[in-house]
């Protein structure tokens, strides 16, 4: 089982830029595809961008496709999510998920091990 600890969310108004990093332990890390996810509330966790073990292969939801960027640093076990150009509507907690395989998914179920979460508020 991996533990993944989420940081560098918080307030930023409109047209600003976070990183999102997502550490992890517990797991060989450089094994599993890793994803993140955001939630509002009352609504659905909704995928936004996935990479597969090596880092070779990405996807994300075509909501945010050319604005965020995930990349991984298999040395540092760590996962980031670089986001550019947020809008009030990228306002979610956003969640890091490991997946026990090598390849990606969009899928929340197929992610077994997730993170606390940290707040991405944008404002306009």
């Known amino acids: 089982q991996a533990q993944l600890v989420e940081s560098g969310g918080g307030l930023v108004q409109a047209g600003g830029s976070l990183r999102l990093s997502c550490a992890a332990s517990?797991?060989?890390?450089?094994?599993?595809?890793m994803g993140w996810f955001r939630q509002t509330p009352g609504g659905e966790r909704e995928f936004v961008a996935t990479?597969?073990?090596?880092?070779?292969?990405?996807r994300y939801a075509n909501s945010v496709k050319g604005q965020f960027t995930i990349t991984r640093d298999n040395t540092k076990n760590t996962v980031y999510l670089q986001m550019n150009s947020l809008k009030p509507e990228d306002t979610a907690v956003y969640y890091c998920?490991?997946?026990?395989?090598?390849?990606?998914?969009?899928?929340?179920?197929?992610?077994?091990?997730w993170g606390q979460g940290t707040q991405v508020t944008v404002s306009s």
């Open positions: 998920a490991a997946r026990p395989f090598l390849w990606t998914s969009t899928q929340p179920s197929e992610y077994g091990d």
């Open positions: 517990g797991r060989t890390f450089s094994s599993n595809a």
């Open positions: 990479i597969n073990y090596s880092g070779g292969t990405t």
